[in-house]
């Protein structure tokens, strides 16, 4: 049993918290701090609420990668980086597939009625695509499905980003405040953005690292590469480490798809 895998002082200490009725994510928290593998805390979390007779409906599933896909693991939150998500000829392809229609202000969820608006602190420009609009962005969604264990039904159409020179997107969440103007509505449409990935197809000559704050890491992922992150932690509630930002672009265009997958079915 995991419960016994780190030995008897770690198996009393769960139990112990546990019946106390610490929160389940609070334990893993700290269970992963002192060096337990997600996966392993949770397995033994559940083994001493099933000791307790307790449920053990506390988490949830998320997309999550194998770890042994991508070059870089932060285990909580989960923050990796893909190798070859695509090739060259499908960056090339879809940035082409993008500049043939007109971009639009990047916008953020702020109104009362759930809308985007526009904010200055995100000056970049966008283009979507809606799900399996035509058969490059089938292909790529298929990928990212197989790719994150995750169906394509629970997730958003693909985005393009771009950052001209001087562009950026300041720290912000991807997940969904329910608190927050318009966070309930979008809440209610797809259920929470449980993970986010960024694709590279473009990279800045200078500038525009993802950068979280919280963490202390700043990402340049090579073309065709990917940053893969939970916006949420193991039993559902948004992740405030998984803050982040689009840095300013000193010189060059930065150009990236990104893809949101969500907790119920989208489309």
């Not at 700043?218 to 982040?244: E, Y």
């Amino acid at each position: 049993m995991k419960i016994d895998s780190q030995g008897e002082q770690w198996r009393s200490w769960i139990l112990e918290n546990l019946g106390r009725y610490c929160l389940p994510s609070a334990i893993l928290a700290d269970m992963t701090r002192d060096g337990w593998d997600v996966s392993d805390a949770i397995s033994a979390i559940d083994e001493g609420l099933a000791l307790l007779g307790r449920s053990c409906d506390w988490h949830i599933d998320l997309p999550s990668p194998a770890t042994s896909a991508g070059s870089f693991l932060l285990l909580r939150p989960r923050l990796q980086m893909l190798s070859g998500v695509l090739n060259r000829q499908e960056c090339s392809d879809l940035i082409e597939l993008a500049l043939s229609r007109d971009r639009v202000p990047a916008e953020v969820l702020g109104g009362d009625d759930s809308r985007p608006v526009q904010h200055e602190g995100r000056s970049n420009s966008t283009i979507f695509f809606a799900p399996r609009e035509n058969p490059l962005i089938a292909q790529i969604e298929d990928r990212l499905s197989e790719i994150t264990h995750w169906p394509v039904s629970h997730a958003e159409g693909i985005q393009i980003q771009f950052y001209a020179e001087g562009q950026r997107y300041s720290p912000h969440y991807d997940w969904f405040d329910p608190t927050a103007p318009g966070g309930a509505g979008a809440l209610s449409q797809a259920g929470q953005r449980l993970a986010t990935t960024i694709i590279a197809l473009q990279q800045a000559h200078s500038g525009g690292a993802t950068r979280f704050p919280g963490l202390g890491i700043s990402l340049r992922p090579s073309v065709g590469d990917a940053v893969f992150f939970h916006n949420v932690d193991p039993s559902g509630s948004p992740d405030k480490a998984t803050l982040h930002a689009g840095e300013s672009v000193e010189r060059g265009v930065k150009i990236i798809a990104t893809y949101w997958q969500r907790a119920l079915r989208c489309h």
